[in-house]
């Protein structure tokens, strides 16, 4: 595991203890941190996310996160032994919601094939 693989799962850890433990913000309580990819130079750390719930909730979480990302850099810039500490950006992880496209066109072309069989 190299350098930037270690400092993605560190960073990874603690925004999901920070999330859970320290915030009491209401938008973000159902968040789970997916993946954190830190730029080369690590001054960049795009944070993906995924929340329980509809749009609105993902909307609110996002708003949530981004208001409290400031908070949130400081917190892991006094957790983590670095330079810098990375900028965050906080983005969606819609491969959740691709996973069940596929499954559920899967499942259609079973019960197609059932069907014509």
């Known amino acids: 595991?190299?350098?930037i693989d270690r400092v993605n799962e560190f960073i990874r850890r603690e925004i999901s203890n920070i999330i859970l433990i320290e915030l009491q913000d209401p938008r973000?309580?159902?968040?789970?941190i997916t993946?954190?990819?830190v730029s080369r130079d690590l001054r960049h750390a795009?944070?993906?996310?995924?929340?329980?719930?509809?749009?609105?909730k993902v909307e609110a979480a996002m708003n949530g996160l981004n208001s409290a990302r400031g908070l949130i850099r400081k917190m892991?810039?006094?957790r983590i032994s670095m330079r810098y500490t990375p900028e965050i950006?906080?983005?969606q992880d819609r491969s959740g919601e691709y996973n069940i496209k596929i499954e559920e066109a899967l499942e259609e072309i079973r019960h197609e094939s059932e069907e014509n069989s």
């Not at 973000?28 to 789970?32: A, D, G, N, Q, S």
């Not at 795009?46 to 609105?56: H, I, N, P, Y």
């Open 1 to 3: 595991m190299g350098r």
């Open 28 to 32: 973000i309580k159902f968040v789970t």
């Open 35 to 37: 993946e954190v990819n």
């Open 46 to 56: 795009r944070v993906s996310f995924t929340v329980l719930g509809d749009e609105a």
């Open 76 to 78: 892991v810039g006094q």
């Open 89 to 91: 950006i906080f983005e």
